[in-house]
């Protein structure tokens, strides 16, 4: 299957700092991709529909201006956490959505980052 | 209530036995997929379900979809320890997979 990365792996941060992270489609292009945030224990919650060249589309209850995305070329978004505060420690995961041209499309996904703010 | 559940919320299971993993849906599917997830890892893909009554193996998985596509099962034959991990369905209601709606996933463990 196809390949996504994300980078950092881990990041651990003051409060109050904001924290970038990066998504890439190693070997096809993505027009969209999806950030993920996951709770201990929980399912995956989708925070935003990242589009490139167009504003990012933000799940009811997702503060846009805390969590900014970004997806400037066909093989990158990034997530920025503004300002970030222990409660927005998690287990961060995007996926990027693979045009298959068959029945179904398929969304890859990266290995996750881990926030940990302190 | 959630729309999508998943059962068990965990499993653990002898080497060798079978088992099944639940998920079901309150409105029809376009498509269901199973994804499997090391703890602290990205997810990856193992099957997905597109028509009713669709059934689908890779190894000693298998997955269905009832003719209704309301519900799904993932069944295990002859489980070993690395088979252990979280199983997540993800539900496509757009018909695009573009916007999956994940169950709670089932936490697998294998003992020898």
């Known amino acids: 299957g196809a390949v996504v990365s994300q980078h950092p792996s881990r990041v651990i941060c003051k409060s109050g700092t904001s924290v970038k992270i990066e998504c890439r489609s190693l070997?096809?292009?993505?027009?969209?991709m999806f950030w993920y945030r996951q709770f201990p224990k929980k399912s995956l919650m989708l925070m935003a529909t990242s589009n490139e060249g167009s504003k990012a589309t933000y799940e009811q209850g997702v503060e846009k201006d805390k969590f900014l995305i970004n997806h400037a070329s066909l093989t990158l978004s990034t997530l920025t956490v503004t300002s970030a505060h222990p409660e927005d420690s998690s287990f961060y995961i995007c996926?990027?959505?693979?045009?298959?041209?068959?029945?179904?499309?398929?969304?890859?996904f990266g290995p996750g980052t881990r926030l940990t703010v302190l | 209530s959630q729309e999508l559940e998943q059962s068990p919320q965990s499993l653990i299971v002898q080497e060798g036995k079978n088992l099944t993993i639940n998920c079901t849906s309150s409105k029809t599917l376009y498509g269901l997929y199973w994804y499997k997830q090391k703890y602290g890892e990205g997810l990856i893909f193992l099957m997905m379900l597109q028509k009713g009554g669709e059934e689908k193996s890779h190894e000693k998985i298998t997955a269905k979809l009832d003719e209704k596509k309301q519900q799904s099962s993932l069944h295990i034959t002859a489980s070993q320890p690395s088979h252990a991990g979280i199983y997540l369905c993800?539900?496509?209601?757009?018909?695009?997979?573009?916007?999956?709606?994940f169950g709670t996933g089932t936490r697998l463990q294998v003992t020898l």
């Open positions: 070997d096809f292009q993505a027009t969209t």
């Open positions: 996926s990027a959505l693979f045009i298959s041209g068959r029945a179904y499309n398929e969304q890859f």
């Open positions: 993800g539900a496509d209601y757009t018909g695009t997979a573009s916007k999956l709606t």
